[in-house]
């Protein structure tokens, strides 16, 4: 359908800019078709993920849980972008326990009206309330979407208060990749192939940077502390 369409052109078209994605899938139910033709011809890197499916099942979406927060903490990625409801509540918690740098929401299809009873509804609102305060971003696909979403969520673009220190590490004029950067409030992020970084969420005024990396001693080449506004 539509979500699997969006996700599958958008890991793919990110590679040509320098961008290492991975694309993590639940397992469909025997009612359930997918698109994983189309995710091999555009050369995306797949993981299926046993637990992951539509329905609610706690023992099984704890299964799922702990299965998306390993793999965080072992691929380590700068961002985190969560599609559809379920999928987009365990992997948002998982994120921010791996303290993924930047997690980001996309609302398709969602429940914060009209899919449950009263009840219901009021308790995926709260959750959804919860995580959008602990979302970098949160986008929507259509200006319906959008206006339910901004009723009921908390939408931001980077807490309040908070800012984004980015920059480039670099040794005799090449870049390096895999580089630790850490602030003294313990937000951390890591270089891509292009050396660049950027640490987000940050609370403003100075704050020390420190730059790690095996076999390696950096000097920084801007006044440390530094300010964030």
């Known amino acids: 359908g539509g979500p699997s ?15 290492e994605t991975r694309l993590v899938i639940g397992r469909e139910s025997e009612r ?4 994983l033709d189309l995710a091999l011809a555009r050369r995306v890197n797949v993981l299926a993920l046993d637990g992951l499916g539509r329905e609610i099942r706690p023992l099984r979406d704890l299964r799922a849980f702990f299965g ?12 985190v972008h969560t599609h559809t409801a379920k999928a987009g509540v365990l992997g948002r918690l998982a994120a921010i326990l791996a303290r993924v740098p930047v997690v980001v929401h996309t609302y398709h299809g969602h429940v914060l009206r009209g899919y449950f009873g009263r009840f219901a509804n009021a308790v995926f609102r709260r959750v959804e309330r919860g995580l959008g305060a602990l979302s970098s971003v949160l986008v929507t696909v259509s200006d319906g979407k959008g206006g339910t979403a901004r009723r009921h969520v908390v939408v931001n673009v980077g807490a309040h208060g908070r800012g984004v220190v980015t920059g480039n590490v670099s ?3 090449q870049p390096l990749a895999g580089v630790l950067i850490k602030s003294d409030t313990s937000k951390y992020c890591y270089t891509d192939s292009s050396g660049n970084y950027a640490l987000s969420d940050l ?6 940077l420190t730059a790690t990396y095996a076999g390696h001693t950096f000097t920084p080449s801007f ?3 530094l300010t964030v506004t």
């Open 68 to 79: 998306l927060w390993r793999l965080l903490r072992r691929f380590r990625p700068h961002i």
């Open 203 to 208: 609370t403003t005024g100075a704050r020390t």
């Open 5 to 19: 369409l969006h996700v599958i052109h958008l890991a793919a078209g990110l590679v040509p800019h320098g961008y």
């Open 171 to 173: 040794v005799g004029g």
């Open 223 to 225: 006044a440390n502390p």
């Open 32 to 35: 359930e078709g997918n698109l």
